[in-house]
């Protein structure tokens, strides 16, 4: 059976029923802005709001998030509520306030500078901060709270998305009973040796723990979380079942690869509108069809490693002058928590490498790597995956990663290669990518060569291979294998 809008939303009738759906993250799948004194909607960058907003259409309910921009407050009614997407409503947007300190201690501190390093282990050291803790705890609270005012007395199901609220289910439960709650982990789970430095770790452990499902992209994090508890508690792991009975409560522990919607990217890569966006990139960076183009497109964060990729083009290029003016990289990177110093100086040093890598390399009317700072649509960053020869994701550590799977969704003409750090979740599915070890320099500029040089014929019986994977593991089977699993509960 393949996986579609309306498979999902017979699921949701058979499953959800009459229950309310909730769906709770410290992300807003929209967020409303101040541009040029008019208020403006822009859809925010990341993976966990790409891959849910299609499923809360399809579910309806409500989606509870942190408020978090300029003119967020200017659009809610007095329950805090807006409808969304904007311009053609599905579901209940519900927003929470945070104070300065707030959203400094919770998200920039707790969650961002001591989870996610710790679950990422980039060697990017965690830092644990006692007051980002109880802001973490006061703000998982007001979630709590927030979904409990919404809930009422009605029958709900509370689907709680990642890192920052790891404590919820916890909260929800202890206060009624009668809610089903799963949590879904977009990130890596640690092995139990890097996991036991965290001073928080039991409290974060019976918060998961209360949860009626709990789920992570792939396995092996499912495997880690099972052994971690079984090094820290005394609960009982069954490795059979794959769930853990703590307190007398039992979690089911599932793993759930997260994808893209397929038909949808790949219905807009064959759109009108596509020619002209193409054109228009192309002259951009002066590509003509004799360049093969490479990208990348990343947040700017140490995890995804954008630092390691520019130092491979720029071994690929030591080694191979033979490529100059043949090739070019295009790294489009989005700003990301900014306000963390580790972010800042991850900025600078990319900014510095690309400069440096540029000088070197360049001749007179080429230079090999364009980073783009502005901002592209989702219609842009489809017609930039149209045009690239070769996608390359590189991270350290991922969970999943979407990149990936966005680029093969919009090839629709089987062209391109795609180049896969071994440590993203992805790479358990896409079998058929160039993978590559982003600390091994040598090694990946090699990568980088073989994708270059692979037969037209071999790269499309690559990417047909790939495209058939996520065609049928896409976000509605995601979506649909989360929420059947729920029948077990
Ligand atoms: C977390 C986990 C997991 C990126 N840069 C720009 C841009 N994007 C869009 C991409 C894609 C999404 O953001 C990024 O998705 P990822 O999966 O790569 O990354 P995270 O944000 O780290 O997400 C990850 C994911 O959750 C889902 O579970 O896969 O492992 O870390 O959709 O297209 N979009 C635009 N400009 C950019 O500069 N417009």
């Avoid at 060697?123 to 009422?152: G, Q």
């Avoid at 920052?164 to 789970?189: C, D, Q, S, V, Y």
């Avoid at 054109?279 to 390691?308: H, P, Q």
Wanted: charged share 30%; hydrophobic share 40%.
């Amino acid at each position: 059976m393949r996986w579609s809008t309306e498979q999902l939303k017979k699921t949701i009738e058979k499953i959800i029923g009459d229950r309310l759906l909730i769906i709770a993250s410290n992300r807003e799948p929209y967020i409303h802005v101040y541009k040029e004194g008019k208020i403006e909607y822009i859809r925010p960058i990341g993976g966990a709001v790409t891959a849910l907003d299609p499923v809360m259409k399809v579910c309806k309910g409500t989606w509870v998030a942190h408020g978090s921009s300029s003119a967020d407050r200017e659009v809610v009614d007095k329950k805090n509520e807006i409808k969304v997407p904007p311009e053609n409503p599905k579901y209940t947007l519900r927003r929470i306030w945070l104070t300065k300190d707030e959203e400094n201690g919770y998200y920039y501190g707790y969650s961002n500078k001591a989870l996610w390093p710790l679950c990422h282990m980039a060697y990017t050291r965690p830092s644990f901060d006692d007051i980002d803790w109880a802001y973490y705890k006061i703000v998982n609270k007001k979630f709590a709270d927030t979904i409990l005012d919404v809930v009422k007395d009605k029958k709900a199901f509370v689907w709680i998305q990642d890192y920052h609220l790891m404590l919820l289910g916890k909260l929800l439960k202890a206060r009624n009973k009668n809610l089903i709650t799963a949590h879904f982990l977009h990130i890596p789970w640690p092995n139990p040796e890097a996991f036991r430095i965290c001073p928080q770790k039991i409290d974060l452990l019976k918060g998961l723990l209360a949860n009626d499902l709990l789920g992570f992209h792939i396995r092996y994090h499912c495997g880690n979380f099972m052994e971690t508890v079984k090094s820290e508690m005394e609960a009982r792991v069954d490795a059979e079942k794959t769930s853990i009975t703590y307190g007398g409560h039992e979690t089911l522990i599932r793993a759930f690869p997260i994808s893209v919607d397929f038909k949808e990217i790949s219905e807009s890569a064959n759109s009108k509108e596509m020619k002209g966006l193409i054109k228009k990139i192309k002259e951009e960076f002066s590509i003509n069809d004799d360049v093969f183009t490479m990208i990348g497109l990343d947040r700017i964060d140490y995890t995804k490693g954008i630092i390691e990729k520019i130092q491979a083009v720029d071994r690929f290029f030591e080694k191979f002058p033979e490529y100059k003016r043949k090739v070019v990289f295009i790294q489009k990177g989005g700003l990301s928590r900014i306000h963390i110093s580790k972010y800042k100086e991850l900025n600078d040093t990319l900014n510095n490498l690309v400069e440096e890598v540029n000088w070197k390399h360049s001749t007179e009317k080429w230079y090999p790597v364009h980073l783009v700072r502005r901002h592209m649509s989702r219609k842009e960053i489809i017609a930039l995956y149209k045009i690239a020869d070769a996608c390359v994701v590189s991270p350290l550590h991922d969970g999943m990663n979407l990149v990936c799977k966005e680029y093969v969704a919009a090839k629709n003409d089987l062209s391109g290669v795609l180049i896969l750090s071994q440590f993203t979740g992805a790479s358990r599915e896409l079998e058929d990518a160039i993978f590559v070890n982003p600390y091994d320099k040598e090694g990946f500029a090699l990568a980088i060569k073989k994708a270059i040089e692979l037969p037209d014929e071999k790269k499309s019986k690559r990417m047909k291979r790939l495209r058939s994977v996520v065609r049928e593991n896409n976000i509605y089977k995601w979506a649909g294998k989360f929420l059947e699993e729920l029948k077990k509960i």
